[in-house]
């Protein structure tokens, strides 16, 4: 299987995988062949990738950070949550949320799944949606933490804090106006400052709520502050940013950078992680970067890439130490013309190649 662009997918493809709405349903089951029907519904949810069948990689399987039975509950879970917290009266809060009942079983799970797979850092684990994108990004940002988290050896008790806090990171955002968290252009400096607002409302949101550490709540307030100060909303630096906060800026930039939103597609995988490795020391707690360059791929197995001589192909395995030069199984001619049989290239030895797009 592999993953392929919707915009640019062959008619009656079959679907490998589930794909998700935000709250964890099952909104196309995985076997179903996408008719150009189809397609197009996905494409006007916001969905632009999915996962196919091809026998040309049939022994090709996406690893996943956890099972998708896992991601299923996970984001159910996280909507639930995100969505109780903003929308129960205060008062009602602390008895009605259960947050921590409901969350931190989840994010143990998770934790485990990581260690047993013991490999982190897998691109995808499933397709953005629009009006979603909240719920994804929270989950996707969470396995990024947590990845990073268990590469910096911290506890099992760490772990989970740092998770239940990444999970619930962004939950002031349901507090700003949907016509500003969508606006596709450039946001005014008005509404700029009205977004930053999602750190303190979040930080508010959780600590009224009273069911998280501490620690976990100072993610929502200090996810966007950076290591020379240059961050909001305090504008605080260095060691003043709580470890936490310093892990889950870099999980959730990398995360927005690479995934698709509808107004723009994702930056390429090594440009983000060339964007996160230049800000090291600036923006980002380098040990963090460290702990990132050792724990993210940047072209996951399964990921369709097109290479500098024209072909299309398919990453069918990776190399810890240059995980920008992967082996890719090539599919196509530069023409469109099939490749028989498929000719695998290693970037790592053919320095000529390069990656030079690929289908997400
Ligand atoms: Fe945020």
Known sequence: MRWVSLRVIEPNRVLARNILDERGRVLLARGITLTPHWVQRLLSLGITSVCIEDERTDDVCPAELITPETRQRVLAATYDTLTELVSVPTSRRVRSTRVRGRMRPLVEEIIEEMRELGHAGQQFGNVYLTDGELYHHSVNVTLYALALGIALRLSTEQLIHLGLGALLHDVGKLRIPRPILKKPGRLTEDEYQTVKLHTVYGY???????????VSNVIALQHHERMDGSGYPAGIGGTEIHLFGRVTAVADVYEALTANRVY???YLPHDAYEMLL???????????????????????????????????????RTSRRQSQRPVVRLLET?????VQPPVEVDLAKELTLAITGCEV
Request: proline share 7%; charged share 20%; glycine share 14%.
């Open 204 to 214: 508010e949101i959780l600590r009224d709520a009273g069911e998280l550490p501490s």
């Open 264 to 266: 723009r597609a994702g």
């Open 334 to 338: 530069e023409s469109g013309q099939p």
């Open 278 to 316: 230049a800000g090291s020391g600036s923006l980002f707690d380098p040990r963090v970067i460290d702990a990132f360059v050792r724990t993210v791929d940047v072209y996951p197995v399964g990921m369709t890439v097109r290479l500098s001589n024209g072909c299309k192909g398919v990453v069918v």
